[in-house]
């Protein structure tokens, strides 16, 4: 019975085997693949990857040293039209120059489609390829699939040769639609070592064994002939593979679904040539502070600290002066909308006066340093582009800089380059848990994620007048609420546009409106208008709700389950007080209850509390939002307390007309 049962598990795992050898070979399909119209384990699917194959090994030359061939190949059945835009594909890669460069060879691509009962193929051609500079580093090689189209199998591959042996890579197993299989191998030549990361959720069968590679060198003897031997060394191989993987789809108050996307990683650790020293690359913190400041692009900028030494000197060291040194560096020099987390060059950004989001920063930094102060450069991982890897130091997971001030013993911080930022007023993209400052003996790791909060204050007075509803609304926000507004008011057209949407969103007539302290960030913003509505006050019963408008018009937790942590954006006071006069001959028939709510030990409270004054209804209406991360075991209390928010904001007012004798 045993001997039975081995034999079965080697037939089985047999046919697995074939199975994903057939799947992975590449310019063919099959008619199952073709007539599919829908993915069984995600009906909802509007594509799905049928392989997804990828595969790094180094090669060696006598011209260029190591490099690596990073090599991907890729099948999709297109079910529905949104999946179409699969079709688009787009590779970039980094070309500096001839000794710096990656290069893209092998891109080949087919389309499947059944045309009378047979499968017809359809190559891709150069005229579906273009080519983009980027800058003057990176380009995009661009391809679009021909003749694809609903119920199609569209196929590609390309190999990609990289000098930058020191960022291999990454390889996603998982998608934003369903994978059916993918299968990962990579091996790693004795000379690097790597710190290696898998992230995400996915399960995934992973081997890691010793193998031998051999390597190929020439020279030339004596006279001149070309001799070639072979180096071997021992490798690292990695295969790790997985079978219907789920799409990873974005969730609400999530910073970045990419965060937890199922993928592995790799970050030079050390290189040790045969008879040669081990070269440390990232394997501290410290190492990596030293690679950053002994950088010429990052360093090298930090030591220019003459380019405002005639326009600003010495002076008091206060926070209001540093104020007035940012207003000065934005005046001279606007942002361009590129991100970057090292300079360019900061004296022609100043001379054109516009930069990049770091020379603009560093131009602040070197401002500051003019006028004495103690201002200093400080890095980070934007929430877009993710968090800064666990397990091991990385220095190629930071993406942006901002500047930091220390003024006595209080620190401050600010993103020069946004508009509407101040000194601990931050755009929500720097509020992460772990940025670095940047100084020489004094680097360091600080929390900006609860560096700013947001506070609302809304005042209403409502009254009936001539069959409407209206009220005067004073809309008064301060820090990352005020920054929010600023923003989305200077994103609308006009000021006519804004009405408009501030009509649409409230459901009402907006008139008399007027904004404050726009070009203040400092300042709260201030927004005053007048609202109305239809009120039919004839009728026996008029049902209003009290609040001016909902904070949460919908509970933003609707699954029943989640993986993902819940990440909002910052923390929150938001308040209504609102008077609501009672019409002539009406009467108070039912009011909500009051209450008050609490999530945990107060990481969410909601206070609800109303009641009738003679002719009056006051409403005083508070949710505050302590806390901005909750684990996946908090969900469920998390979705039902939002749950009982939305309801209570739902409850309405009811008068009653009084009856007449």
Not at 60 to 84: A, H, M, R
Request: net charge neutral; aromatic share 12%.
């Amino acid at each position: 019975m045993k001997k039975h049962y081995t034999l079965i598990l080697l037939l089985c795992t047999l046919i697995v085997s074939v199975q994903s050898q057939a799947q992975s070979k590449y310019g063919n399909t099959t008619m199952d693949e073709l007539k599919m119209t829908v993915y069984p384990q995600d009906t909802t699917a509007s594509a799905v990857m049928l392989l997804k194959k990828g595969d790094i090994h180094f090669i060696y030359s006598d011209l260029y040293g190591f490099q690596f061939e990073y090599t991907l190949q890729v099948k999709i059945k297109i079910l529905k039209t949104e999946g179409l835009d699969w079709c688009n594909r787009e590779i970039v890669y980094t070309e500096i120059n001839s000794s710096a460069k990656e290069q893209i060879n092998n891109l080949a691509g087919t389309t499947y489609n059944i045309e009378n009962g047979k499968i017809e193929k359809t190559k891709l051609s150069k005229e579906f390829i273009t080519e983009e500079n980027v800058n003057n580093k990176l380009k995009v090689r661009k391809f679009t699939m021909p003749a694809a189209k609903v119920g199609s199998v569209i196929e590609y591959k390309y190999t990609l040769v990289s000098d930058f042996y020191y960022d291999l890579r990454d390889f996603n197993f998982q998608e934003s639609i369903p994978v059916a299989y993918s299968f990962f191998e990579a091996k790693l030549p004795e000379y690097f070592k790597y710190n290696i990361d898998y992230q995400g959720y996915v399960s995934l069968k992973t081997v890691r064994e010793p193998v031998n590679e051999a390597f190929r060198t020439q020279t030339r003897d004596d006279n001149g002939r070309v001799q070639s031997k072979y180096v071997d060394c021992t490798a690292e191989s990695i295969k790790s593979e997985g079978r219907d993987i789920p799409a990873l789809k974005q969730e609400a108050y999530l910073w970045t679904v990419y965060d937890y996307i199922s993928k592995i990683s790799f970050e030079l650790k050390s290189v040790q040539m045969p008879n040669s020293m081990v070269q440390n690359k990232s394997n501290s913190w410290a190492n990596i502070d030293n690679d950053i400041l002994s950088s010429s692009s990052f360093g090298g900028n930090m030591k220019k600290t003459d380019l405002f030494k005639e326009e600003i000197s010495k002076g008091d060291l206060t926070i209001d002066r540093a104020g007035e040194i940012q207003s000065m560096v934005k005046y001279r020099v606007k942002w361009n909308d590129k991100r970057a987390a090292s300079p360019n060059n900061l004296k022609e950004a100043l001379k054109n006066g516009i930069g990049n989001s770091a020379d603009v920063n560093f131009l602040l930094i070197n401002a500051l340093q003019a006028g004495g102060f103690d201002a200093f450069p400080v890095i980070l991982s934007t929430r877009s582009n993710g968090r800064l890897p666990m397990t091991h130091p990385s220095i190629t997971a930071f993406n942006y800089v901002i500047t930091g001030l220390k003024i006595d013993s209080v620190m401050y911080f600010t993103d020069a380059s946004a508009k509407y930022g101040d000194w601990n007023l931050l755009p929500e993209k720097c509020m992460v848990p772990q940025a670095r400052i940047m100084k020489p003996n004094g680097c360091r790791w600080v929390d900006l994620s609860l560096i700013t909060n947001g506070t609302v204050l809304k005042t209403g007075q409502f009254s009936f007048k001539d069959s409407k509803y209206i009220g005067k609304i004073v809309d008064t926000r301060k820090g990352s609420a005020a920054y929010d507004m600023r923003n989305y008011y200077s994103n609308h057209k006009s000021n006519t546009d804004f009405i408009e949407s501030l009509s649409k969103n409230l459901n009402c007539e907006i008139d008399s409106f007027s904004i404050s302290q726009l070009d203040e960030p400092s300042a709260p913003s201030k927004l005053e208008y007048i609202q109305s509505t239809d009120a039919n006050l004839g009728d026996e019963f008029l049902y209003i709700n009290p609040l001016v408008d909902k904070i949460f018009t919908e509970n933003p937790f609707k699954e029943e389950k989640r993986v993902f942590p819940v990440q909002f954006d910052y923390l929150t006071n938001y308040l209504q007080i609102v008077d609501i006069f009672i019409p002539e001959g009406y009467m108070v028939d039912e009011l909500p209850q009051p209450e008050r709510m609490v999530l945990n030990d107060g990481d969410i409270l909601l206070s609800y509390r109303i009641a009738k004054y003679e002719n009056i209804i006051k409403l005083h209406y508070q949710y505050q939002l302590k806390k901005l991360i909750f684990l996946p075991a908090e969900y469920e209390h998390l979705r039902d307390f939002f749950a009982k928010v939305i309801a209570k904001n739902s409850e309405q007012i009811v008068l009653k007309k009084i009856s007449e004798l």
